[in-house]
């Protein structure tokens, strides 16, 4: 937020629901419509300046920007990866700030979103914290630590601010932080993103991905209709612990029991997430406990390549063992495919998110 005038700190639109738009319109003494129009102009037209807003009036742009502010930045840098993926950097002042980044003594963090391009289809991978409370071990923004919650329009200036803004067909929340521990921001995001008076996107072009945050999990599956990815990464709780910290508090089996309550037959699906590490989860034990673990379950398995990390003792998973683990899950009726592995060279594939890597283009 930034100071008015009169030195009170200015509220983002960008976030707020067509009737709190109506209302703020009201609150500068301006007509309901005029809430309606600014719905239209931030997230049908994605305007990103006061300029943009040619059907209000110059004087109700004034009065809304002596209160308000759009919420809307601009990244501070980019970088391009050699198969189009693409990476903006963005400067934010998080709530719940728990301390400073060396590169943050101003109060600023820094968090990535990430573009990937595929044929028809324009994905923005999503971040929902500053760095990460999980603390998973081959996680480079778990190693970033904690460093503050992002509010809706930080999430949503993410789709709004970059090159692609026009063209994007889905989204992940995969990026930095665990989505489920800021549900409330994330919910919000979701909620203006859906809406008719918002982007007005179906509910299946969202994934929304997790360690297993109990019980906001359930909430997340009662109010939302979006896809979910878990990330599972070993099937035997102990050794899922000496990778996840968070295994000793939501344990695995226990998110797995809750997951069968639901119906994932449908239109919304499940997905689980599995790394794969040499000589630690790519065996035929593990791909063995796994199907044990998920049977009955409708869902799909994902097969991730592990990008290197320093001070972490495992490599990847060969490309054979990557295959026999993939196709033993398929005999067995889970269904399992290898993803593609994008955006490595400029640090932008899973797990390699920092909030300090993107390069100004």
């Not at 990103?48 to 308000?68: C, P």
């Not at 026009?166 to 919000?188: C, H, Q, S």
């Amino acid at each position: 937020m930034k100071p008015g005038d009169d030195g009170m700190m200015k509220e983002k639109l960008l976030g707020m629901t067509l009737e709190e738009l109506k209302q703020a319109a009201v609150s500068c003494g301006l007509k309901p419509f005029v809430g309606a129009q600014l719905a239209d102009w931030l997230y049908a037209k994605r305007a990103t300046g006061w300029d943009r807003m040619v059907n209000i009036s110059k004087t109700a742009r004034e009065k809304l920007a002596e209160k308000y502010e759009l919420g809307t930045s601009k990244p501070v840098g980019s970088s391009v990866s050699t198969d189009g993926t693409k990476k903006y950097l963005f400067e934010i002042h998080p709530a719940g700030k728990s301390g400073l980044s060396p590169t943050a003594e101003t109060g600023s963090e820094f968090v990535e979103a990430v573009m990937i391009p595929e044929e028809d289809r324009k994905t923005l991978c999503v971040s929902s914290q500053a760095g990460c409370k999980m603390g998973c071990k081959f996680c480079m923004t778990g190693r970033h630590g904690f460093h503050g919650q992002l509010d809706a329009a930080d999430i949503l200036n993410q789709f709004l601010s970059i090159d692609e803004a026009a063209g994007l067909t889905n989204a992940v929340f995969m990026g930095m932080g665990e989505p489920l521990d800021n549900y409330g921001a994330v919910a919000r995001a979701i909620e203006v993103l859906t809406a008719p008076w918002g982007f007005a996107w179906s509910p299946k072009r969202i994934t929304v991905s997790t360690i297993g945050v109990l019980p906001t999990l359930e909430k997340f599956l009662d109010q939302q209709r979006c896809h979910l990815a878990v990330s599972l990464h070993n099937p035997f709780p102990e050794e899922r612990l000496a990778l996840m910290p968070a295994q000793q508090a939501w344990d695995i089996r226990e998110v797995i029991d809750l997951l069968r309550r639901y119906d994932f037959s449908g239109q919304r699906r499940v997905s689980f997430e599995y790394t794969m590490f040499a000589g630690f989860n790519d065996d035929k034990r593990h791909a063995d406990a796994l199907i044990r673990l998920l049977r009955g379950l409708e869902c799909r398995v994902n097969l991730i390549r592990f990008h290197r990390i320093p001070e972490f003792p495992y490599d990847c998973a060969s490309d054979a063992a990557m295959e026999a683990f993939r196709d033993r899950l398929n005999k067995h009726q889970l269904l399992c495919t290898i993803r593609t592995s994008r955006g490595e060279d400029i640090l932008a594939a899973c797990g390699m998110l920092a909030g300090q890597h993107a390069a100004s283009d």
